[in-house]
């Protein structure tokens, strides 16, 4: 006969102590999970909340630097240079934990990078003589950039391959077998620019050289015609793309008299220094305008940034773009919205 042997009170109370002690354990575990994910959703929550308060702020901030550009645009008739030192004086609120600031500026003082090739997808030789130009007197302001001849070939045929609509490449260009080689690939744009920021993937573009060249480019919608630079508000590089011969006197000169009286025939005062070609290109007002600016609820920021354009009576948003940083310094990535992910809305733009 088998007899059964049992454990004695000890070993069984023994383990049950165990048994106890791991479903206290694992119940804790579980209470502090879900604690965990409790307190991210309030934050998540918390930061989603500040960020359609600060996407407020900003339309706030919008409107109001577009009532002001109609109410300057409307009494002036025109867009110059003083003008546009009293925009950028800009806008700044502050209350509690909360902050608004920004301004607008004129972007026809730039030089627009969808100029460079025509509506039907062509190079226009003369815009790319004044990119070149303009890269070349960026390069004489900054000699720490040690930009060559050779560079800049490479910098204007690879921005012009990155507009137009073929797949052929620039003999100082780039296109898809270039930019398919790097250590990370892409490809060409092959299409109009949306962003100034596009031109720190074209071919020979450094980012020291992008940092020079960005406060004198624009990216600006594409209509029917070019778009023309307004002499009453470019900048001196810009001004220095006119002509050959257009020296840093020069056009530091043309811009203090612009200050002082806006210009209205660039030929009267252009002492035969502008290439006679690029007077069509010249204009005296403006109908593309920037917004710029940001909101602070707490340790988040929200950048904005708005094209607006002006058709004489009202001006009107065309592109909108919207970014958020965290400002904590907190590592913590479910507080944080990138910019690409915040949205963007723009008007298209189709080649005739």
Do not use: C
């Not at 600060?54 to 409107?63: I, L, T, V």
């Not at 997808?121 to 004489?140: F, H, M, T, W």
């Not at 203090?256 to 007002?285: F, N, R």
């Not at 009202?314 to 590592?331: D, H, I, K, N, P």
Request: aromatic letters at 8%; hydrophobic letters at 40%.
């Amino acid at each position: 006969m088998i007899r059964r042997r049992h454990g004695s009170p000890l070993q069984q109370a023994g383990v049950a102590v165990i048994t106890a002690l791991l479903v206290v354990t694992i119940a804790t575990i579980l209470a502090v999970e879900i604690a965990w994910n409790t307190n991210l959703d309030l934050r998540r929550t918390a930061g989603v909340m500040a960020y359609d308060q600060a996407r407020e702020y900003a339309h706030f901030g919008e409107s109001v630097a577009i009532g002001e550009l109609e109410r300057l645009l409307q009494e002036k008739q025109y867009y110059d240079r003083s003008t546009d030192q009293q925009a950028r004086r800009g806008l700044s609120i502050a209350q509690d934990d909360k902050s608004l600031a920004g301004g607008f500026s004129d972007l026809q003082g730039r030089f627009n990078l969808n100029n460079l090739v025509t509506r039907q997808g062509k190079p226009d030789e003369l815009v790319v003589k004044q990119y070149r130009r303009l890269i070349e007197a960026v390069a004489s302001l900054n000699p720490e950039l040690q930009v060559g001849p050779a560079e800049i070939e490479i910098i204007v045929g690879s921005t012009v391959d990155w507009i137009d609509p073929d797949s052929t490449a620039d003999f100082n260009g780039a296109e898809d077998d270039f930019y398919t080689s790097e250590a990370e690939p892409y490809r060409a744009a092959n299409g109009w620019f949306t962003s100034v920021s596009e031109l720190r993937a074209v071919r020979g573009v450094t980012p020291e050289i992008y940092e020079a060249l960005k406060p004198q480019l624009a990216a600006l919608p594409v209509g029917s015609q070019h778009t023309l630079i307004n002499f009453n508000t470019a900048s001196v590089p810009v001004l220095m793309s006119l002509g050959d011969n257009v020296s840093l006197e020069n056009a530091s000169r043309w811009q203090e008299d612009s200050l002082k009286k806006p210009v209205e025939d660039v030929q009267l005062v252009a002492e035969g220094l502008i290439d006679p070609a690029m007077v069509p290109y010249i204009g005296y007002t403006s109908s593309y305008f920037e917004v710029t600016g940001f909101v602070s609820i707490g340790s988040n920021r929200l950048d904005m940034y708005s094209l607006l354009e002006w058709n004489g009576q009202v001006a009107s948003v065309r592109l909108r773009r919207f970014g958020v940083v965290e400002t904590s310094g907190q590592e913590d990535p479910a507080l944080e919205i990138s910019g690409d992910a915040t949205g963007e809305f723009s008007v298209g733009q189709q080649r005739e």
